[in-house]
């Protein structure tokens, strides 16, 4: 993994240009690095970076802010790899859990989080613009290793 800085904002911009369309410019990047608890993990060999995931840890919780793997990166392991290595950095600042906000029609994503011991917590109503997309809320406990229940989303019966 890669740490990212301020001077990986424009890199990182371009990367989440193929990722989304409503992608964040290089000045946002370059703030959002600037403010307290955030980090940045990228993958790739070298400086050749195939995605990034950027967080933020602060007071016991830590936040995915965006998580983006290059097109022709994609269906490899890239997403899995960073948001473990996400999670494990939040933890060693101190965060007991980690939250995110996922578009509810994006069947990818869901599953890459899921799969990751993320459950729903809430749901934000028209959250993506302009298509006013939901968004469901997920949280994962960064002190609970999952379980096959917990993976799947269901409430335990124990």
């Given at each position: 993994m890669i740490i990212c800085r301020a001077s990986d904002a424009?890199?990182?911009?371009?990367?989440?240009?193929?990722?989304?369309?409503?992608?964040?410019?290089?000045?946002?990047?370059?703030?959002?690095?600037?403010?307290?608890?955030?980090?940045?993990?990228?993958?790739g060999a070298g400086r050749a970076i195939e995605g990034f995931i950027l967080c933020r840890a602060i007071a016991g919780e830590a936040e995915v802010l965006t998580l983006a793997v290059a097109p022709a990166h994609r269906r490899g392991g890239v997403a899995t790899e960073l948001l473990q290595a996400a999670m494990a950095t939040a933890q060693r600042s101190g965060a007991e859990a980690m939250f995110l906000e996922v578009a509810a029609d994006n069947a990818?994503?869901?599953?890459?989080?899921?799969?990751?011991?993320?459950?729903?917590?809430?749901?934000?109503?028209?959250?993506?613009?302009?298509?006013?997309?939901?968004?469901?809320?997920?949280?994962?406990?960064?002190?609970?290793?999952?379980?096959?229940?917990?993976?799947?989303?269901?409430?335990?019966?124990?």
């Amino acid at each position: 993994m890669i740490i990212c800085r301020a001077s990986d904002a424009g890199t990182l911009a371009a990367i989440h240009r193929q990722a989304f369309d409503d992608s964040w410019g290089e000045d946002a990047f370059a703030q959002l690095l600037a403010a307290a608890g955030v980090f940045a993990l990228a993958a790739g060999a070298g400086r050749a970076i195939e995605g990034f995931i950027l967080c933020r840890a602060i007071a016991g919780e830590a936040e995915v802010l965006t998580l983006a793997v290059a097109p022709a990166h994609r269906r490899g392991g890239v997403a899995t790899e960073l948001l473990q290595a996400a999670m494990a950095t939040a933890q060693r600042s101190g965060a007991e859990a980690m939250f995110l906000e996922v578009a509810a029609d994006n069947a990818a994503a869901l599953a890459l989080y899921r799969g990751a011991g993320f459950t729903q917590a809430g749901l934000r109503r028209g959250y993506y613009a302009p298509a006013g997309t939901d968004a469901f809320v997920l949280r994962r406990d960064l002190n609970r290793p999952p379980d096959a229940d917990y993976v799947s989303g269901e409430p335990r019966s124990d």
